[in-house]
């Protein structure tokens, strides 16, 4: 008989400001602790250095966390022109160093153009990619370096917002991106086209698909609501799983079809989108999941709330 888990079974996602220094997961185990959930699940990684928009899952919004891994990121990164280090940002050891004094934000502009658009982009050694079983990151500690396949990404936004000349120069920068770029890769790609060297000196998410910096909660008010036993004021914190959905069409179930498709079968919607995946709602405005058009029409279950009446 399988163990009752422990904890409160609560459901909503905590839009959480990760602080720099920590992993996402264990940003992710420390937020869990604090609503002592029952179950959670962070959406899309970020490095220790990073902080900002991190999208937390409790209970029955793990269900749909692909949706959110699958979302445009948007960063600001400050990059450092003139130093290559070996994990490609400031945490790494200096592998070479060369004075960047004669880059002009021009120059930079320029660089940055190339690299806007669908792009090819070879994974860093030091990211979670596994190779075997094993994180790319444990190899390069050891000092194993092996091949990794460029893959595709596309840069939708990459604008200079500063740029200060120097020995070490400094661009501010802001890319939005599908998932799976690595703005470490970035620095380094225009470091090395100019010649210098670059790392990420900072990084911090913006946004990560519906969810924006404006709505970010630090660990430090979570904690603060934890320590005084408000956990009404903690649950208040979690917004509704459909706010991860928002780009999906509604569609709005009549009894009978909502009865049905709770089943697990495929019902015809009248009004329904001919194609797609499509947020499932009931007469009454409850969220039930997510369905997909058939090609015949119906709308068949995809992902349901099991915690539904």
């Known amino acids: 008989m399988a163990k009752a888990r422990k904890g409160r079974p609560i459901n909503g996602i905590l839009v959480l400001d990760k602080p720099p220094g920590r992993s996402s997961n264990g940003a992710m185990v420390v937020a869990r602790a604090i609503y002592h ?3 959670a699940g962070h959406t899309g990684a970020l490095d220790p250095l990073a902080t900002g928009v991190l999208p937390v899952c409790f209970g029955e919004a793990t269900k749909f ?5 699958e979302a445009d990121k948007e960063y600001r990164s ?3 022109f003139g130093q290559q280090t070996d994990t490609g940002d400031s945490q790494g050891e200096i592998l070479a160093e060369q004075d960047a004094s004669n880059i002009t934000a021009a120059q930079l502009e320029a660089q940055i153009d190339t690299l806007r658009g669908d792009i090819l982009q070879i994974p860093p050694m030091y990211s979670a990619l596994k190779r075997d079983g094993k994180p790319l990151y444990t190899l390069a500690r050891k000092g194993i370096t092996v091949e990794r396949e460029a893959r595709p990404v596309t840069i939708r936004e990459f604008e200079l917002e500063s740029f200060t000349a120097g020995p070490l120069a400094e661009a501010v920068v802001r890319v939005v991106c599908t998932k799976g770029t690595y703005i470490r890769s970035l620095a380094e790609d225009l470091g090395a086209a100019l010649g210098v060297g670059a790392h990420v000196a900072t990084l911090r998410r913006l946004q990560a698909g519906p969810f924006c910096e404006a709505q970010v909660v ?11 036993g408000d956990f009404e004021g903690l649950d208040a914190l979690l917004l509704p799983i459909s706010d991860a959905l928002g780009h999906m069409n509604t569609l709005t179930l009549g009894d009978t079809a909502a ?9 015809q919607v009248s009004g329904a989108p001919t ?9 009454e405005g409850e969220f039930m999941g997510i369905g997909e058009i058939l090609d015949d029409g119906r709308v068949t279950p995809r992902r349901l709330l099991s915690t539904m009446g």
């Open 65 to 69: 966390s692909q949706y959110l891994l």
């Open 37 to 39: 959930a029952t179950k």
């Open 78 to 80: 400050t990059f450092v």
């Open 218 to 228: 630090t660990t430090e008010t979570i904690q603060a609501l934890r320590d005084a």
């Open 275 to 283: 194609e797609g995946m499509v947020v499932l709602s009931s007469n």
């Open 259 to 267: 009865y049905y498709l709770r089943q697990g079968q495929a019902v």
